[in-house]
Structure formats: structure tokens, C-alpha cells
């Protein structure tokens, strides 16, 4: 069975970084479609990034270019998110989604959403100005 636990979240002063952690356990093979996304209250869920563990590619949400890198520890099929320049509007729940039947270019190319992938229980993060 596939689970995924998040962790790295809290509080931070606008500016500072934090690094979340997606621990991926349970695929058979270590080449899947992992990502992570937000949601606000009252809002819809956003994608953040994204990254196809079996070729490392990556795509990012424009809000977060630049600022935001998704990357992989392929031998511990762990997902991480180091997030930099913290703004106020970054503060929300983050959840990591995965699973290994989506391939690119549909994984990295803008698209996917996770509906159909296995999903975290979520950890918070908070900005203050």
C-alpha cells in the first residue's frame, strides 16, 4: 500500500525559508509523478510543482519560479520542496500527491492535477509580514 507523509511545515517571517519533505513509500518502482500543492481556506487547490523521479523533470507554478525547488532523494523515495522568499500568500496547507501511473509529458507539462493519485494528510505553513 502507498503512503505519503509530509513534514517540514510551521511558521515563518516573510522572507525566511522552510523545506517540506514527502516521504513516498509503497510504489514498486521508484519512478513516479510526485508534486506538491496548496490550498488556502475557501479556495481551490493550486499545484506548486512538480517532478517525474525516473528523469528529474520538473515544472513549477509561475508564482513560485524562482523562488520554490522540487527535488528528489531517489534512493529514499523522498520528495522535497525547499521554498525561499516566503511571502504572506504562501501561507497555506501543503499536500504531496503522487503516483506512478502518470508519465511525462503529461506529469511535468502543466496538467496534471493528482485527482486520480495517492495524497498526504498535509502540513501547514505560515507567513507572517
Known amino acids: 500500500e502507498v503512503e505519503l507523509k509530509e513534514s517540514g511545515g510551521g511558521s515563518v517571517q516573510a522572507g525566511g525559508s522552510l523545506r517540506l519533505s514527502c516521504a513516498a513509500n509503497?510504489?514498486?518502482?521508484?519512478?513516479?509523478?510526485a508534486g506538491w500543492f496548496r490550498q488556502m481556506p475557501g479556495k481551490a487547490r493550486e499545484v506548486v510543482a512538480v517532478?517525474?523521479?525516473?528523469?528529474?523533470?520538473?515544472n513549477y507554478d509561475d508564482s513560485v519560479k524562482g523562488r520554490f525547488t522540487i527535488s528528489q532523494d531517489q534512493y529514499k523515495n523522498i520528495v522535497y520542496l525547499q521554498m525561499n522568499s516566503l511571502k504572506p500568500e504562501d501561507s497555506a496547507m501543503y499536500y504531496c500527491?503522487?503516483?506512478?501511473?502518470?508519465?511525462?509529458?503529461?506529469?511535468?507539462?502543466?496538467?496534471?492535477?493528482?485527482?486520480?493519485?495517492?495524497w498526504g494528510q498535509g502540513t501547514q505553513v505560515t507567513v507572517s509580514s
Open positions: 500527491a503522487a503516483d506512478s501511473d502518470t508519465t511525462p509529458p503529461y506529469c511535468t507539462g502543466g496538467d496534471w492535477d493528482g485527482d486520480s493519485s495517492y
Open positions: 517532478i517525474y523521479t525516473g528523469d528529474d523533470s520538473r
Open positions: 509503497g510504489f514498486a518502482s521508484s519512478s513516479f509523478c
